[in-house]
């Protein structure tokens, strides 16, 4: 484990989802203020991050799929792993509710009887965080994410700056 002093420099990988909450830009030159280590960071998904980790090209991993984490520091990737946020996973649909999930508080519910109706449903697909939980959730529902072309795979995250 790399240690930082004063004038060093942090190398950091995180995702965007971290980076677009605008928190980094925020606590990062506080950090800087009272350590004098600078951090420069790459913004990407959770599988990307955590990858850029196991090569050894960042001191900091900062994502959000625990299975994920788990399975890195079990692989003797990373050490002293934290809970530092969460996020809500919200499913948004059509005003017209063909699923009938509005009100509901069960993610896995939801996605049951969105797939029951045959609705649309759009994936980010790209193999971050939020997707790999969505994948979570489409298993505990115990239905297929995938079904006659409803199920839209767009491969990218959803915010653009």
């Given at each position: 484990m790399r240690r930082h002093r004063?004038?060093?420099n942090s190398k950091d990988a995180t995702t965007t989802s971290t980076a677009n909450t605008g928190l980094l830009d925020f606590l990062l030159p506080k950090f800087r203020s009272?350590?004098?280590i600078s951090v420069q960071y790459v913004a990407v998904g959770t599988g990307a991050a955590l990858k850029i980790g196991e090569q050894g090209d960042a001191d900091v991993v900062l994502v959000h799929d625990r299975e994920s984490e788990d399975?890195?520091?079990a692989a003797g990737f990373?050490?002293?792993r934290r809970d530092v946020m969460y996020n809500d996973?919200?499913?948004v649909g059509a005003p017209a509710?063909?699923?009938q999930i509005r009100g509901l508080n069960d993610a896995a519910e939801a996605l049951k009887r969105i797939r029951a109706a045959g609705s649309a449903f759009v994936?980010?697909?790209d193999r971050s965080g939020t997707h790999l939980r969505e994948l979570q959730l489409w298993r505990a529902a115990g239905v297929g994410p995938k079904w006659g072309g409803y199920y839209l795979s767009i491969a990218r995250a959803?915010?653009?700056r």
């Open positions: 004063a004038g060093s009272r350590t004098g399975r890195f520091v990373g050490v002293n996973f919200v499913i509710d063909p699923a994936s980010r697909g959803w915010a653009r």
